[in-house]
């Protein structure tokens, strides 16, 4: 988030009478309607928070990997989660009863200051705020949790003030092992799958780059906070990206269907859509108007493919032969096109869905947009 006034998240000048803490977050997936199955934080000396929540949405293979976790079915109707390497049966409770215990630990944390200032690592995918964001909002909770968080940090953009770093978005294994020398122990569950141990990572970075071994200060942070309104902002376009993005879909179903390989190729186009603010929309207006011609003109015009032509006519191509068969639409009796609302049937009103198994989406969602940044 950019840097804003101190004036704006602060009840006193310099903010030093904020605390600092540290939170991360193990998602079901990358998307807004997977959920949260486990918070971490940590605040100096001792303090430490670590709940594992049971999603109603089983865990994608990506963020399985990631995180070290997994649901259990057994007998069609019992789930558990588990560790994936030691299948330890990890004790979860309901993300309603997760963020309550939540708030009291921040209570606690606050103690007699100001507030807090929460801090968290999140290479440019925004999905730590999003996530905590739209769980708060579900139950009502926005307003306790902004009576003691007064503002977040990300630490990728402390890390920006380091040239070598800059404009880079850096995974927190790689900042780990550069400033920290530390590596993940692979002989068993290893530091970055906890979102606890993470967590205590992101305060161990933020001391290397300020350079101070005492408790972080919040009036060095200040400058790099963002305030709640730049956050719920952060939240609702996220929402107006997704919708983008779910209405993409469809034009992509050939591609997606036939393995890794077509997949990540779809992703990569479909990429080009998104930064260029496209969606099915207004696709089907410039085919309706002038068919490839329109959309080459809008391809051309708007999004950066142009600067690859390959990827250019590749792109052209999908989206004049899906309009060309009728755009996924169906017609009813009187020849009107019946298209399917952006999202629906994604999941249930709260965002979780209540099937337990994935889709074609799910592992078009789950393929990679870019290749991560690695610092040497």
Known sequence: MAPVAKETISSSPSG?????????????GRKLIDEICHIG?????????????????DISRSASITF????????????????TKTLKTLKTKSEYSTLTDFMDW??????????????FHDNKNQTVTPFLMGALERYKMTDDFFEIVKGFVCCQDVTDVNPEFQGKPVTIRALAKR?????????????????KDRAGIVYQLLQKILETEDDLNA?????YASTRSQEMENLKNQRRLAEKIRSLRPIFTSQIRRGSKDRNRAVILRRYLIDAKLDYED???????????????IVSTKTQAKKKEKDMEELIDIIVAFFKNGGGAKRDM???VNVKKNGQGDGQPNGASTSSTETDDDEFEEAKEAPEVIAQ
Request: aromatic fraction near 10%; include cysteine.
């Open 16 to 28: 030093q009478d904020y605390k600092v803490a540290c939170i991360a977050l193990d998602l079901t």
């Open 41 to 57: 934080a940590y605040c100096p000396p001792d303090k430490a928070f670590s709940q594992y929540v049971m999603p109603y949405r």
């Open 68 to 83: 070290g976790i997994k649901i259990f079915t057994s007998f069609g109707r019992y789930r558990a989660l588990k560790d």
């Open 106 to 119: 921040l209570k606690e944390v606050k103690g007699t200051s100001d507030g807090i200032l929460l801090a």
């Open 179 to 195: 400033l920290l020398q530390l590596e993940d122990n692979n002989s068993s569950r290893g530091v970055f799958h906890s979102a």
């Open 219 to 223: 009036a060095d942070l200040m400058k």
């Open 283 to 297: 696709l089907s207006q410039a085919f309706e108007s002038g068919q490839k011609d329109t959309v080459t003109e």
């Open 334 to 336: 009187n020849g009107n």
